[in-house]
């Protein structure tokens, strides 16, 4: 986000975070993050919770800062260029924190959302099973109601933090009448990483590495009923909950490329071919003029996501969506340019742009596809502009020759103008049969 988009405190924490970035964090570190022998970034976490950047949002009670979505996102973008792995760490007490501290109990807060936020507790969600993500609402983990205990059988998978987590927000079935309604059968527990949980797969990532990202399975895992987050078959209303923050940290985390950006501006400063800087050929300055309008567009829309978020607005959802859609994509454009303006040296490890790319990859799939960005975005249009109250004007009237006539939508329409038409003779095919 640019500074004047900011409050002063807002700008006060993106300083911050950009300090801390450029200041704090080893290439040493990143490079072992890529090369998968960390297993989850704990000391980051730790050094974050040490500067109390995490739960930038949440109440002060509990250890945040009661801050925007604004300056989250600021934050986010500074964090971004450390990849997405580090990245995945620095937003995830944002996710589930989300779950905790609007649906929570006091006592969940106090045993699960202060230490999280203290970074004394590293957790993870587990939404996705093997049998698919973008469905969502077919979870089949179950967890069995028997008397004070949940028991929990199933398996989710792509859980960053699989490995490494205290404790893990887990989406299970709970309501098994036939006739359940898909929102009314899941509930959120709080499951401890302990007997019955396994990490039984460790993938193997094109990017993301370091995050202990692996395949979860719960085996009769007893978990107390007070582990039940908002209402007995009730997920639905924390997922919708959670994909706001799963979805802006998203786009917020994106405009991060514009380390890779400001790398190739640099490099095409330096390098020569044809006896000039490449800058001077038009061909590569063009491509890192269409790339900075790109950020600069995802950052706008990112920016009015997180004003939406922050004042409530009944199309936030959309907006947000929009979001995700719109920079993570343009973040991959970015990225695969600054590799076009580095030529070939940008495809081998003597420079992180190669990283970029295998990391930011990830970000059109993961906290929904953009597939599935679409059908909400289309779905929430369609009911804004359908539904009233409507209180634009309708252009249609506008026409120069507005003729109801012509206006033909179906079959039925067609034959009603006839009808009334001076065609009236003329019958429906069917009714000439009789
Ligand atoms: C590295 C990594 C980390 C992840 N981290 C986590 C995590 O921490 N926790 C977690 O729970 N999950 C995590 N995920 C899972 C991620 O959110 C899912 O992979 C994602 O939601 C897509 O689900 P899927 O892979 O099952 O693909 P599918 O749902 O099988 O989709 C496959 C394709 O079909 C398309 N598609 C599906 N349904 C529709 C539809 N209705 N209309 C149009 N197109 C459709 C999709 O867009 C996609 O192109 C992670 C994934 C990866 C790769």
Known sequence: MYDFMLTHEERALQAEVRRFVREEISSDFLRRM?????????????????????????PKKWGGREMSWVAEAAANEEIGCLGMALGCAFVMPSIVGEALNVFGTEEQKERYLKPYLEGKLVAAEALTEPRGGSDFFGATTKAVLKGDHFIVNGQKRFVVGADGSDFFLVYCRTNFAPDAHKYGRLSLLIVDNGPGVETEYHYGLLGCRGGGTGRLVFRDVKVPKENLVGELHGGAWCFNQMMIPERLTSASGCLGV???????????????AFGKLIRKHQAVSFMIADSITRLDAAR???HMAAKAVDSDAHNKRR???EAKKFATKAAWDVVNDAMQVMGGIGYTDVYPIERALRDVRLAMIWTGTSQI?????????YNEVLNEP???RHMEKDAMNPDESERC????DMWRVHESGPFQAMKRPLDNKN
């Open 258 to 272: 514009w380390g890779a950006l400001d790398l190739a501006v640099r490099y095409s400063n330096r390098r020569a």
């Open 300 to 302: 706008a829309v990112t």
């Open 319 to 321: 907006i947000v969506s």
């Open 373 to 381: 960005m679409d059908l909400m975005i289309q779905h929430e249009y």
């Open 390 to 392: 409507y209180d634009r």
């Open 34 to 58: 890529d090369r998968d022998e960390i297993v989850y970034p704990r000391e980051f976490v730790e050094r974050l919770a040490e500067r109390n950047l995490r739960g930038i949002r949440f």
């Open 409 to 412: 939508f179906t079959d039925d």
